[in-house]
C-alpha cells in the first residue's frame, strides 16, 4: 500500500513552524510530506538555521520525496515579510491561504491528510480577520456544524465541549445541543479512527465539585447530567460528570479511553503537564483528517535550532494512521 501523501501547513511564518518542517529534513521519513508554504521563507530560515535541504516544487501527482536532505514544496504566494520572531499583520492573509490550500488538496484527494505547524491568532485578528483557531477554520472550511479539539499523549487523551472561548462565555456555551454533538463525534471517532469497539469516556462537570449538588452552580443538575442519560440511552459509554479536580487520578484514567473536558484550560494544562512536546492535537469530525502539533508558535525561538520537533513527529504518525484507517473506511 502506498504511503499517505500529507500536507504539511508551515503556519505562522515568524514563528518556529518553518524550522520543524525543515527538521524534517534531516532524516528519512515512511509519509510523503509535501509542505504548503512560502519558498522562500523556507529557503532563508534553512540558511539561517545552517540546515542543507534541497527544496524541491511539488506538483499534482509528484511523488514527494522521502529522502534525508530533501523536502518537497507547493509554494504559496503572497508573504509580506518573512523575519523570524517578528510577526507581520501583512502575512495573515497568507496564512490562511496555505490552510485553504492544504484543505483543498484533501477534499480534492491529492492528500490524504494535513497536519498543521502553529499559526498567531493574534496577528490574524489584528489584520481585521475574526480568526479563533485552526479548528475552528476548519470546520467552516469543511462547511461540517461541529467538529471536536482532541489532544492525545502516551495514555490520555482529552478531548473539548467548548475550544477558544472566553471563560465568560463557556457556560453559556455548554448546551444540550453542544454536548450532545461533541460526545457523539468523540464516541464515533474513537471507534473509527482508533479501533475501540466501545470507548469509554469520562465527562468533567463544569463548577467546582461539578457544583456540589446545585449549591456551586446548576450546570450540571440542569444541562449535563440529562443529556449524559439521554447520551447513555443510545449506547455511550459515559461515566460522570466527574469534579475535574479529582477526575484526572488513576482511580479514573486507568478505567477510561478519553476525557471529555468542558473548556480548554480545564483539560490540555493536565494533556499538557503529562505529554508536553510529545502530544498531538485532532480535529474530530471532519471529512478529512488533520492532526497538529501540541504547542504554539514559539516567536522567541524561531531562527535559533532550539525548537524541539517532538510534536510534530507525534502530529505526523497519528496523521499517517488516521490517513490509513480514513482510507480503509473508503475502500469499504
Ligand atoms: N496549533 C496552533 O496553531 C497553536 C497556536 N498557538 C498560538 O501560539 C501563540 C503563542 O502561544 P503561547 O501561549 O506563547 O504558547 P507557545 O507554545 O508558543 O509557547 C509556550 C512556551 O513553550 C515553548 N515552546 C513552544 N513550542 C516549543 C517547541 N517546539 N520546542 C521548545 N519549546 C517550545 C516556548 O518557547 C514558550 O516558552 C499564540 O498566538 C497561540 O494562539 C498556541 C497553541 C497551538
Ligand atoms: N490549545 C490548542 C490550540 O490553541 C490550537 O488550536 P487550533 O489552532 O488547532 O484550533
Excluded at 16 to 41: E, K
Excluded at 113 to 129: D, Q, S, W
Excluded at 156 to 182: G, M
Aim: hydrophobic letters at 45%; aromatic letters at 4%.
Amino acid at each position: 500500500m502506498r504511503s499517505p501523501v500529507l500536507a504539511l501547513t508551515a503556519g505562522e511564518p515568524a514563528g518556529i513552524g518553518p524550522d520543524l518542517c525543515l527538521s524534517l529534513a534531516t532524516q528519512a521519513h515512511d509519509a510523503g510530506l509535501v509542505v504548503v508554504a512560502d519558498r522562500d521563507l523556507l529557503a532563508e530560515r534553512a540558511a539561517q538555521l545552517g540546515l542543507d535541504v534541497t527544496l524541491n516544487d511539488w506538483s499534482d501527482g509528484d511523488t514527494p520525496a522521502m529522502a534525508a536532505g530533501q523536502l518537497s514544496v507547493l509554494t504559496v504566494p503572497g508573504l509580506a515579510s518573512r523575519q523570524a520572531g517578528t510577526l507581520d499583520a501583512a502575512n495573515s492573509a497568507y496564512v490562511l491561504r496555505t490552510l485553504e490550500t492544504a484543505v483543498q488538496g484533501c477534499q480534492s484527494g491529492r492528500f490524504d491528510g494535513m497536519v498543521t505547524a502553529p499559526v498567531h491568532k493574534g496577528v490574524i485578528n489584528e489584520a481585521g480577520i475574526a480568526f479563533s483557531g485552526h479548528t475552528e477554520f476548519l470546520q467552516a472550511q469543511c462547511g461540517v456544524d461541529r467538529v471536536v479539539m482532541m489532544l492525545a499523549t502516551e495514555g490520555l487523551r482529552v478531548a473539548l465541549v467548548t475550544t477558544h472561548l472566553p471563560l465568560r462565555d463557556v457556560a453559556d456555551a455548554v448546551t444540550p445541543e453542544r454536548l450532545t454533538q461533541v460526545t457523539r463525534i468523540l464516541d464515533q471517532d474513537l471507534r473509527r479512527f482508533f479501533g475501540l469497539a466501545s470507548p469509554r469516556i469520562l465527562v468533567a462537570g463544569l463548577n467546582p465539585h461539578a457544583g456540589e449538588g446545585g449549591h456551586l452552580g446548576r450546570e450540571e443538575m440542569d444541562t449535563i447530567e440529562p443529556t449524559l442519560a439521554q447520551l447513555r440511552s443510545e449506547g455511550i459509554a459515559l461515566t460522570g460528570p466527574l469534579p475535574a479536580d479529582t477526575l484526572f487520578t488513576p482511580k479514573w484514567l486507568d478505567e477510561a479511553d478519553a476525557v471529555l473536558a468542558m473548556y480548554h484550560d480545564q483539560g490540555l494544562p493536565v494533556l499538557k503537564f503529562k505529554g508536553f512536546g510529545r502530544a498531538v492535537n485532532i480535529t474530530l469530525g471532519l471529512p478529512i483528517v488533520r492532526t497538529s502539533v501540541d504547542h504554539g508558535t514559539a516567536l522567541d525561538l524561531a531562527g535559533t535550532g532550539q525548537a524541539d520537533s517532538g510534536s510534530l513527529h507525534t502530529a505526523i504518525d497519528y496523521a499517517v494512521h488516521m490517513a490509513r484507517q480514513h482510507r480503509n473506511q473508503r475502500r469499504g
